[in-house]
């Protein structure tokens, strides 16, 4: 069993910077895959970001390439995304999901079988 706990949302302006945290705790292993999705009102989950444990393959969704950056600490047993620039449209509840597999289809919601409460980000302009 896997536990996943969002952190570092909140109140910020269009071009401002925010890092969110996903500590994982239970039996991981660099096997595992983790994502970001986000969800916005009235919308449908979108994947983001994603990453192994340790590592490797970094995959961003085109909505955020290029000014997102996801990144795993092992000693800490959490998952960042480091957001800059953020705009408008980035006004979501973010989640944290674990796959137990090392490979897989990134943004297919259903591979994921661990999933975190989500952490508010609201972009203000």
């Known amino acids: 069993q896997v536990q996943l706990e969002e952190s570092g949302g909140g109140l910020v302006q269009v071009g401002d910077s925010l890092r969110l945290s996903c500590a994982a705790s239970g039996h991981t292993s660099s096997s595992f895959r983790f994502s970001w999705f986000r969800q916005a009102p009235g919308k449908e989950r979108e994947w983001i970001a994603g990453?192994?444990?340790?590592?490797?393959?970094?995959y961003y969704a085109d909505s955020v390439q290029g000014r997102s950056t996801i990144s795993v600490d092992n000693i800490k047993n959490t998952m960042y995304l480091q957001m800059n620039s953020l705009k408008s449209e980035d006004t979501a509840v973010y989640y944290c999901a674990a796959d137990p597999r090392h490979a897989g289809i990134w943004h297919r919601e259903h591979e994921y079988e661990y999933w975190g409460q989500g952490t508010q980000v609201t972009v203000s302009s």
């Open positions: 990453i192994r444990w340790n590592g490797s393959g970094r």
